[in-house]
């Protein structure tokens, strides 16, 4: 028997109805069919993963959306919160230009970053890329690692670009924010 379940969808409803074409409740009754209480988070993606519409464009980032929805309505985790107990925050900007421009700029605006808000930095920055995405990274002291990916976004005019920084690793809820807003003020720098 499926346990009672909140009777409001998840924050990210919406988002998921319209990019797979199923409504929530379809990806709830999908879940909880194969167990979801139960399963761990990689088992619930890949669920998910199965029953996606195949018309859907980036199937696997949409299981893992319908996968943390899940997780979160049934109380399994809150948001901003990771499978594995620790916390992470994003912030992005488009921006105009090809993904080697921004990015370029991005690591002269970055330097040789020593540390972020009184967090020393312990390992990087590093840089890695492909033709599908640019990536730059560091550790804290902490633990805790930032990071920031361009990436292109389809645009009708000039080239433009999604510049994504994240934060992962943070020890709690009480320090999203925070770091949400130190990241974005990073990337109002470009």
């Known amino acids: 028997m499926t346990p009672a379940r909140p009777a409001t969808p998840p924050s990210r409803a919406a988002a998921i109805e319209k990019a797979t074409g199923l409504a929530w409740s379809e990806w709830a009754r999908i879940l909880d069919d194969a167990g979801g209480d139960d399963l761990p988070h990689n088992v619930l993606a890949d669920a998910a993963y199965k029953a996606m519409p195949a018309s859907v464009p980036n199937t696997g980032w949409w299981a893992q959306s319908v996968a943390v929805a899940y997780e979160q309505w049934i109380g399994r985790r809150i948001k901003g919160q990771a499978h594995d107990g620790t916390f992470q925050v994003s912030a992005t900007r488009t921006l105009p230009g ?71 690793n943070l020890a709690s809820p009480d320090d999203l924010e925070r770091w949400r807003a130190i990241w974005k003020d990073r990337l109002k720098e470009l």
């Open 98 to 168: 090809t993904m080697r421009e921004v990015f370029d700029r991005w690591c002269e605006a970055a330097g040789d970053l020593g540390e972020l808000d009184g967090l020393a930095v312990t390992d990087g920055p590093r840089t890695s890329g492909t033709g599908k995405r640019l990536h730059w990274g560091v550790t804290f002291a902490d633990g805790s690692r930032g990071s920031v990916d361009v990436s292109p976004k389809e645009s009708k005019d000039d080239p433009k670009v999604l510049v994504a920084a994240s934060h992962v």
